[in-house]
Protein backbone atom coordinates (compact mmCIF):
# COMPACT_ATOMS: atom_id res chain seq x y z
CA UNK A 1 0.00 0.00 0.00
CA UNK A 2 1.04 3.24 -0.94
CA UNK A 3 2.16 5.85 2.00
CA UNK A 4 0.58 9.02 -0.63
CA UNK A 5 -2.48 8.55 -3.03
CA UNK A 6 -2.99 11.85 -4.87
CA UNK A 7 -5.66 12.27 -7.18
CA UNK A 8 -8.30 14.94 -8.90
CA UNK A 9 -6.64 16.54 -11.14
CA UNK A 10 -7.50 17.13 -14.77
CA UNK A 11 -7.22 19.32 -18.01
CA UNK A 12 -9.16 22.75 -17.25
CA UNK A 13 -9.76 25.65 -19.04
CA UNK A 14 -8.00 29.24 -17.66
CA UNK A 15 -10.57 30.55 -14.24
CA UNK A 16 -12.00 26.85 -13.93
CA UNK A 17 -10.99 24.99 -9.93
CA UNK A 18 -10.13 21.43 -9.32
CA UNK A 19 -10.32 19.92 -6.08
CA UNK A 20 -6.92 17.79 -5.30
CA UNK A 21 -7.29 15.18 -2.87
CA UNK A 22 -4.29 13.27 -0.58
CA UNK A 23 -4.85 10.08 1.16
CA UNK A 24 -2.24 8.45 3.22
CA UNK A 25 -3.48 5.50 4.56
CA UNK A 26 -0.66 4.30 5.98
CA UNK A 27 -0.35 7.31 8.62
CA UNK A 28 -1.27 6.42 12.14
CA UNK A 29 -4.40 9.27 12.85
CA UNK A 30 -1.97 10.98 15.78
CA UNK A 31 1.15 11.23 13.34
CA UNK A 32 -1.22 12.83 10.48
CA UNK A 33 -3.02 14.77 13.22
CA UNK A 34 0.69 16.27 14.46
CA UNK A 35 2.51 16.33 10.65
CA UNK A 36 2.66 19.42 8.82
CA UNK A 37 1.52 18.16 5.36
CA UNK A 38 1.82 20.07 2.08
CA UNK A 39 1.23 20.26 -1.27
CA UNK A 40 3.70 20.63 -3.68
CA UNK A 41 3.86 21.13 -7.48
CA UNK A 42 6.39 20.49 -10.27
CA UNK A 43 5.99 21.95 -13.64
CA UNK A 44 8.60 20.36 -16.51
CA UNK A 45 11.58 21.27 -16.39
CA UNK A 46 11.23 22.78 -13.08
CA UNK A 47 12.05 21.99 -9.72
CA UNK A 48 9.54 20.61 -6.79
CA UNK A 49 7.98 23.30 -5.13
CA UNK A 50 5.93 23.49 -1.82
CA UNK A 51 2.89 25.74 -2.50
CA UNK A 52 0.81 25.04 0.33
CA UNK A 53 1.02 23.46 3.73
CA UNK A 54 -0.83 23.10 7.01
CA UNK A 55 0.16 22.68 10.44
CA UNK A 56 -3.90 21.03 12.17
CA UNK A 57 -6.55 22.62 11.17
CA UNK A 58 -5.70 26.44 12.10
CA UNK A 59 -2.65 27.18 10.81
CA UNK A 60 -2.07 26.78 6.72
CA UNK A 61 0.65 29.12 4.41
CA UNK A 62 0.66 29.36 0.42
CA UNK A 63 3.20 30.39 -1.44
CA UNK A 64 2.55 33.91 -3.13
CA UNK A 65 2.09 32.76 -6.72
CA UNK A 66 -1.25 30.87 -5.20
CA UNK A 67 -2.17 32.95 -2.32
CA UNK A 68 -6.19 33.86 -2.59
CA UNK A 69 -6.45 31.41 -5.07
CA UNK A 70 -5.93 27.43 -3.49
CA UNK A 71 -6.77 26.24 -0.05
CA UNK A 72 -5.93 23.58 1.86
CA UNK A 73 -7.56 22.05 4.08
CA UNK A 74 -7.55 18.23 5.88
CA UNK A 75 -9.95 15.26 7.38
CA UNK A 76 -7.97 13.34 10.10
CA UNK A 77 -10.41 10.96 10.34
CA UNK A 78 -9.99 10.41 6.80
CA UNK A 79 -6.31 11.00 6.75
CA UNK A 80 -6.48 13.11 3.46
CA UNK A 81 -5.60 16.56 2.85
CA UNK A 82 -7.12 18.57 0.09
CA UNK A 83 -6.19 21.58 -2.10
CA UNK A 84 -8.98 23.60 -3.43
CA UNK A 85 -7.69 25.51 -6.81
CA UNK A 86 -9.78 28.27 -7.91
CA UNK A 87 -9.07 30.72 -10.86
CA UNK A 88 -6.59 28.53 -12.02
CA UNK A 89 -3.60 30.30 -14.50
CA UNK A 90 -2.00 28.25 -17.30
CA UNK A 91 1.45 28.49 -14.88
CA UNK A 92 -0.69 27.18 -12.67
CA UNK A 93 0.07 23.14 -15.03
CA UNK A 94 2.15 21.09 -13.54
CA UNK A 95 2.46 17.71 -11.59
CA UNK A 96 1.13 18.13 -8.07
CA UNK A 97 2.35 15.94 -4.96
CA UNK A 98 1.52 15.69 -1.33
CA UNK A 99 3.81 15.39 1.76
CA UNK A 100 5.01 16.10 5.01
CA UNK A 101 7.04 19.42 4.97
CA UNK A 102 9.91 17.24 6.42
CA UNK A 103 9.17 15.36 3.32
CA UNK A 104 10.03 11.87 5.32
CA UNK A 105 7.91 9.55 3.35
CA UNK A 106 8.37 8.09 -0.58
CA UNK A 107 6.51 10.44 -3.31
CA UNK A 108 3.40 9.05 -4.72
CA UNK A 109 2.68 9.11 -8.15
CA UNK A 110 1.27 12.70 -8.28
CA UNK A 111 -1.81 14.00 -10.18
CA UNK A 112 -1.70 16.35 -13.22
CA UNK A 113 -2.87 19.26 -13.34
CA UNK A 114 -3.11 20.98 -16.88
CA UNK A 115 -4.61 24.21 -17.38
CA UNK A 116 -5.41 25.20 -21.11
CA UNK A 117 -5.64 29.17 -21.83
Known amino acids: QAHLVESGGGLVQAGQSLRLVCKAPRMITSTFNSAVMGWYRQAPGKQRELVAS???????SYADSVKGRFTISGDSTKKTVYLQMNSLKPEDTAVYYC????????WGQGTQVTVAS
Open 99 to 106: NRVDQVLP
Open 54 to 60: MAGRYKA
